[in-house]
């Protein structure tokens, strides 16, 4: 084995007293991919912040070649090699490309002609197709992403920590991103990998780590693990038969009255006169490629963006014409759209688990009142935290503070408070780990059981095929073709998709 690179020794974390994670000991070497898994809460993300310099410890050490240290900020972890991708980029949108690769390290006088090649340089040298001129609020996620890499290169980092690295990437970004961790490698830069997409994980590992609960519950070679170990591992029983259930010719739940019906829907150049519609009592699963619209046209009937004027089509609810130019009037008719993008569009991270919820519930219909009830809006967040198991210290906590997937429960409890009829889910398990994904698949299904109309938008044809009654699949646009769920199979899914 060769010398470890960073070693960190019996690592304590705690907030108000709760650990966040118990006497870790890791050891990660340079060339090498060492993934750590975990549930959410499980303290990956702790772990490698106080390795970053982002969090301090409260007990343990960290050793740098041997060496004790202490990193004060994650400049000062940069500064001896150590780089963390964070899930949400730390770029300056409005800054072009190049001055963000600079960004710290400017001279007394730039000359920007030279500050975009030696950025075009960089780029070319990591095989980046990113143009140094760009700014960085008109890049994609991937391209942000390679920035973030560039950036961390340039800084000669030895030890790069990427938290999440794939959520939002296309199956070809994915595949680059991957290929870039092999000429890392090559380079002899060490990498962390922390993702909640096990078959990533196995695939690109030397070795893994599993959490639990903040505690270190196992560490070996890639080769000694395989889907069904790590899920045992990480939540301490096996949820083999819970996830993913794809008995196809299953038959679909009986459909009560049609309660949305859209016709000939058009917004911009992304949805083109799509018709569909949406029964009560019914999982109607939405799938399509990236581009394909599908999160555009429930945005549209949820009233999150606005249809065409002129020839933008129509929309009934429960058999009356309906046109919400904005969601308050959706969410007062019944319609409940839980975001794919939980950071942007889902939850004021500095507001508590109980104030996110209440403003759920003033948002409802017949909630009128220009007073907030804090024993109220506390009690049904208490409500809620239990019905969804919620995990945080208490409603007080902050948003910010939860994991990802406890976060994802707090954006679903704020459109269950509002007594939906018709509840989007787009991407719901987006980011979250296995055992949150089954308890978010039971309350999916448990709502569709109680009557309600339920649409599931998302890429991942597993889920599709596990929750769906019937499946609508999205092209160019618009809705291209509808399969019972006695029929689907992933094949003919996909074809429709891509043809």
């Known amino acids: 084995m060769t010398a470890a690179l960073i070693e960190v020794t019996n690592l304590t974390k705690e907030y108000r007293g709760i650990p966040a994670i118990k006497n870790i000991s890791l050891k990660f070497e340079a060339g090498k991919v060492h993934s750590i898994l975990g549930e959410n809460g499980a ?95 008109s890049l994609g996620s991937a391209q942000r992403q390679m920035v973030e890499i560039a950036r961390a290169v340039r800084k000669n980092a030895r030890l790069i920590i990427f938290d999440e690295p794939t959520a939002t990437l296309t199956p070809e970004e994915k595949q680059y991103f991957f290929d870039l961790i092999d000429r890392l490698k090559l380079r002899g830069v060490g990498i962390i990998f922390i993702s ?47 996830l993913y259930d794809q008995e196809t010719k299953r038959e679909a739940r009986p459909y009560g009255e049609k309660v949305l019906s859209v016709q000939n829907l058009s917004m911009g150049r992304m949805v083109h006169n799509t018709s569909f519609s949406v029964y009560s009592g019914q999982i109607t699963g939405i799938f399509g490629l990236i581009g394909s619209g599908r999160t555009e046209s429930f945005k549209v009937v949820s009233g999150v963006v606005k249809r065409n004027f002129f020839h933008g089509g129509i929309v009934y609810l429960r058999d009356k014409l309906v046109r919400f130019r904005i969601p308050k009037p959706a969410v007062q008719q019944g319609i409940a759209y839980v975001t794919e993008d939980r950071k942007v569009e889902g939850i004021f991270e500095t507001m508590s688990v109980s ?90 299904k448990g709502l569709a059981e109680q009557g309600l109309a339920v649409v599931v938008i998302s890429s991942y044809l597993p889920e599709i095929l596990s929750l769906s009654d019937r499946i609508l699949v999205s092209r160019q646009g618009r809705i291209v073709e509808e399969f019972s769920i006695e029929e689907a199979d992933e094949e003919m899914i996909m074809y429709a998709a891509v043809h």
């Open 43 to 137: 303290g990956k993300s702790t772990l490698t912040k106080m390795i970053a310099g982002a969090v301090q410890p409260t007990r343990g050490e960290i050793l740098l070649d041997g060496k004790k240290t202490t990193f004060p900020s994650p400049g000062d972890a940069l500064k001896n090699g150590i780089a963390m991708v964070f899930q949400e980029t730390s770029l300056v949108p409005s800054l072009t490309v190049a001055q963000n690769l600079f960004l710290g390290d400017e001279k007394v006088f730039n000359r920007l002609r030279g500050l975009y090649i030696s950025a075009q340089q960089l780029l070319q040298s990591l095989n980046f197709p990113v143009d140094p001129g760009a700014q960085v609020s």
């Open 196 to 242: 909640h997409a096990l078959e990533e994980a196995l695939a690109v590992s030397d070795t893994i780590t599993v959490l639990r609960d903040g505690e270190h519950i196992e560490t070996g070679p890639a080769s000694n693990f395989d889907r069904e170990k790590i899920v045992r591992d990480m939540v301490g029983r096996d949820l083999s038969s819970q």
């Open 355 to 444: 104030e996110s919820i209440g403003i759920g519930e003033m948002a409802a219909a017949g909630n009128k009142s220009w007073f907030v009830n804090r024993k109220k809006m506390n009690k049904s967040a208490e409500y809620w935290s239990k019905a969804l198991n919620i995990k945080s210290i208490d409603a007080s906590s902050s948003v910010l503070e939860l994991s990802g997937g406890n976060q994802q429960k707090v954006v679903i409890a704020k459109a269950l408070v509002q007594n939906p009829q018709i509840i989007i889910f787009d991407e719901p398990t987006r980011g979250v780990d296995v055992g949150a994904i089954a308890e978010i698949h039971e309350v999916i």
